[in-house]
């Protein structure tokens, strides 16, 4: 699989056990289910809009999981007030813009298969709407001490894109973190939470997320994201 960047680092306080990391072995996937959130569409607090510049982190997630992540910095949570989200495993759709060297056609993919575009050769980052699952937390298994924001866009790319622009919407909870006994046992998991992900967006109420403007702004964004995230409040409150 191509690679892509990895995680975000920037320091934080080591995390209590108790409130943000759940230890144990790996979620039996023969027992999880395929769809998280009720067919009615995301349930409050989702949408959540997060925006920021993809980072080069920790180079593990193609390197040893063969999963590669394209990641925001961890600061990105504090626009729109999302800076304590709960640790975890989440999915949603993605928006890559402003790729160094990008075709900017701002394709949109669906939830089963990968477009056909002109990456193979590894020269160009076709920008778009992807479906995405992502990691929210301190990543257990290798013992991280900062906490990191890692997003996984299903789909194909034959080219890192760092400096990209990532827009995202998380539509719902997917699982905790967990620490595990083996690494086969966290790259199952991950297996499982993508096919999680594709599952749910297949779903009229949320498949219509991904016409969302949000995903196809451009430039820095901290303003629009705040602005969304206030007529969220205010649609709550009405």
């Known amino acids: ?58 180079g593990r997630g193609s390197k040893e999981l063969g999963i590669p992540t ?13 800076a304590e989200i709960q640790s975890g495993i989440y999915y949603g759709w993605a928006g890559l813009q402003d790729a160094p060297g990008s075709t900017n056609t ?7 298969k990968t477009i056909d575009d002109n990456t193979a050769n590894g020269s160009v980052v076709e920008t778009g709407i992807y479906p995405m699952v992502m990691s929210i937390g301190w990543n257990p298994y290798y013992k991280n001490t ?18 990209a622009r990532l827009n995202l919407i998380i539509l719902g909870y997917i699982r905790p973190e ?17 096919e999680v992900a594709r599952t749910g967006l297949e779903r ?13 702004l451009t ?11 206030e007529k969220k409040d205010l649609v709550g409150k009405a």
């Open 106 to 112: 701002n394709v949109t993919t669906n939830t089963n």
């Open 204 to 216: 009229e109420n949320y498949a219509v997320f991904r016409e969302d403007g949000f995903l196809r």
């Open 70 to 82: 394209a990641n925001i910095p961890i600061s990105g949570l504090d626009i729109g007030g999302h």
């Open 178 to 194: 967990f620490d595990y006994v083996s690494r086969e046992a966290l790259i199952e998991d991950i297996l499982f939470d993508v």
């Open 1 to 58: 699989m191509a690679t892509a960047p990895s995680s975000s680092t920037i320091s934080a306080p080591a995390p209590p056990p108790s409130s943000t990391t759940t230890t144990g072995p790996a979620v039996d996937r023969h027992h999880r289910p395929l769809t998280v959130d009720p067919a009615s569409g995301p349930i409050p607090p989702y949408p959540i809009r997060l925006s920021g510049k993809v980072i080069a982190g920790f």
């Open 146 to 163: 900062v906490r990191s924001v890692e997003v996984h866009l299903i789909h194909q790319f034959g080219n890192d894109f760092y400096g």
């Open 219 to 229: 430039g820095d964004g901290e303003e629009e994201v705040e602005e969304e995230e």
